[in-house]
């Protein structure tokens, strides 16, 4: 990523000089992604989003080449303050920003090309607020596809926050410490759809050298508004940890565990006095082969049986799943090109009910919902700058 220094101004040759430090620095950068995973139950509808429609985040077709994101990151920066203009366009871009989908005049949106867009102002050498639309804390994996290692992403990051508008304030202890407490709108909207704000915090710690750790959390009443303009109560909490260890030059760990609740009359589903629950670990590991190729694999348990998140089965109920994915990384293009080539399974619990057999989480080549489980082989190929 490259800076560019600010422009002089026309001034006369006797006007003083800015001190280099004090000048802004604009960087640009982003990536394309596009990708091909051939899907083993052959499906009919070339989908892999199972029953739920969301087996998947953003790898959902089969069968084909499909277009990812494409990004670009426009930055200008301070030793006081920086601004974060993050857009993303393409097929994905309204799925990582979804609830941003009508616009005022009941329209799609321009917002939906807004992934990020805020500032920070640097208070002091350790306090920093920051304002405007941001990416979640919560979670191991990020939207951006040069930057996590596997391409398909997992349920965890799939059933999570991607998204917060609102304000926070990070402060740093010491290189090792730091603490980030934040008020936001609600989860993964545009609009707030009632009075009440969302707390967001995060805590960070560095046990030793290699070795960090972030315990994340936010909790928000997600309630719409009842007639009488008071607001009802639908608690939606969480709490996450994540924890990265670079073992050595070449071989890296990382986990990622969360557990969620929702309570009362979520977002409108009317489920007064009921607690749901989810949760899921994953575990990630990668070992460096050689400076430009990789492999690595996580393996992942989600559980929303309850029905609390939208990954359900084909009768509508809430289920568990098990993951397995393989990922190599190869750099290429002088570290602008990466290939990913990757082998996933997902295997799924199979519904209880009667006549279930024909109710599983996956399509076969006729259309009908008879598998549990699905595995996908392909490549990714992304170009970043």
Known sequence: MAAIGKA???????APKQDDENKGKFTFSGYIDSYYFANFNRPASRSNLG????ARAFDQRAGQFSLGLVQTRIGYSTTKSDVVVDLAFGPNADLGNYGNLV???GSNSTALAIKQAYFNWKATDKLTFTAGQFGTHIGYEVIDAPVNYNYSLSNLFNNGPFYHIGVKANYAFSDRT???VGVVNNIDNLNDNNRSKGLIGQFFVSPASGWNLYLNGMVSNEANPKANGKDSTGMYAILDLTTTYQITNKFFLGLNAAYGG???DYQGTGNIGNTKNWGGVALYSNYAISDKVGLGARYEIFDNKSGARALRNALGEGTSVNSITITA?????????????EFRVDSYAKPTARGAE??????????EFTKSSQATLGMAMIYKF
């Not at 002089?8 to 006797?14: G, L």
């Not at 024909?358 to 259309?367: A, P, R, T």
């Open 8 to 14: 002089e101004d026309p001034v006369s040759s006797s």
């Open 51 to 54: 029953a739920a429609g969301n």
């Open 103 to 105: 616009g005022p005049l």
């Open 178 to 180: 730091a603490l980030m």
């Open 262 to 264: 929702q309570k009362g």
């Open 329 to 341: 990384n190869i750099t290429a293009a002088d570290g602008h090109l990466l290939l990913k080539p």
């Open 358 to 367: 024909k109710n599983f989480q996956f399509e076969d080549s006729n259309g």
